[in-house]
């Protein structure tokens, strides 16, 4: 007790010139500071052993979470500033501590977390959910986190897990929802240009692909437009086909793929090119059969060699068929490589 009593009040200013200790007994007993707008501006919690800025329930050790405006942590020096994170190493709590940095949309949703840094463990998030094996997230969302170690998303207003990844064994995803690289480097987009190679000069080499689905083959129409259109400079490097509808009749086959560009048809195959039966045939055709289309024997204009169109060319199916009752309806995608011809 002091000689005011238990309790004391001070209306005006209070000047301390030397040290000064607050429950020096350890007690249960909350210290408070008000600021102008604020009735917790600093709090301690002390049965909690907290400290919060602006709040009156912190939910870690040093909370800041002011009702109004912004809450910001500036730490300015003259010198070099910088932030540390350490975890003591002698495990003298008896449980594995790691350093981790943490950034939510809220302390109460677990799947909120935009930043998350850490040790490969489970860093003591117990106020907003349990994390483990999760050394560095930068994310949109925490939706299957657990298949990467680094991840970087863009808020293009859809479900979008991530469009660069490092995922589990060090692979690499890169693109629209790549939930898991199925390979070292795997590029996932809907179609167009995937990937390119460029040197020091203007030289390069784009790899991409164009997909065109439920194309119905018309009886008596070949050649047929995929309403596919292969960029000026480049070739096609394989042709998927992919029969969705069987067709029904004496005869139906896919001879060639061919380009016509500036009313020039020149066809991808020479005579080596075998058809392809869209007629089930001993029971190796069905719904469901795929063909792969390599160009490896370019025709036009003659032998090996690939004429690079200066225009797009409009790629189509070349085929022919009998007396159909039902048109085959095919899926096809084009692997093409383009080239910088400057």
């Known amino acids: 007790m002091s000689e005011y009593g238990d309790d004391a009040s001070v209306s005006g200013s209070i000047e301390v010139s030397g040290s000064s200790t607050f429950n020096e007994g350890s007690l249960d ?21 907290r400290i919060g800025v602006a709040t009156d329930s912190p939910l870690g050790t040093f909370h800041i979470k002011p009702s109004s405006g912004d809450a910001n942590l500036i730490v300015e020096g003259t010198q ?16 594995d501590q790691n350093p981790y940095l943490y950034m939510s949309q809220e302390t109460s949703t677990a799947g909120a977390y935009q930043l998350l840094m850490g040790l490969e463990g489970t860093a003591d998030l117990s106020y907003v959910g349990s994390y483990t094996n999760q050394p560095f997230i930068l994310s949109k969302n925490s939706e299957q986190q657990g298949l990467r170690t680094f991840q970087i998303a863009t808020d293009d207003g859809g479900d979008v897990s991530s469009r660069f990844s490092i995922a589990t064994g060090g692979r690499i995803a890169i693109g629209d929802a790549v939930q898991a690289a199925d390979a070292r480097l795997h590029v996932k987009e809907v179609e167009g240009d995937i990937f390119k190679m460029e040197n020091t000069t203007a ?31 480049s070739m096609i490097t394989d042709v998927l086909i992919t029969i969705k509808t069987l067709a029904v009749g004496d005869a139906s086959t896919i001879d060639n793929v061919a380009l016509t560009s500036g009313g020039q048809t020149s066809n991808m195959k ?32 003659a032998g090996r060699a690939t004429l690079l169109l200066g225009s797009t060319a409009d790629i189509k199916l070349a085929y022919t068929d009998t007396n159909l009752t039902t048109e085959p309806i095919v899926d096809v995608v084009v692997f093409y490589k383009k080239f910088d011809t400057s």
Do not use: C, W
Not at 36 to 49: P, R, Y
Not at 80 to 90: F, I, K, N, Q, R
Not at 210 to 233: C, F, M, R, W, Y
Not at 271 to 295: E, K
């Open 80 to 95: 070099d500033v910088g932030l540390g994170l350490v975890a003591d190493t002698d495990n003298s709590g008896g449980e």
């Open 29 to 49: 007993a909350d210290f408070r500071v008000e600021s102008d707008s604020q009735t917790h501006m600093l709090f301690i919690d002390a049965g909690n052993n």
């Open 270 to 301: 020479g005579s080596s090119f075998s058809s392809i039966s869209m007629i089930a045939s001993a029971g190796l055709v069905a719904v469901g059969t795929q063909y792969v289309l390599g160009n490896t024997d370019q025709s036009y204009p």
């Open 203 to 233: 030289y390069g080499m784009t790899y991409g692909q164009l997909v065109k689905e439920d194309l119905t083959l018309t009886d008596g129409g070949s050649p047929i437009d995929t309403t596919l259109n292969l960029p000026a400079a």
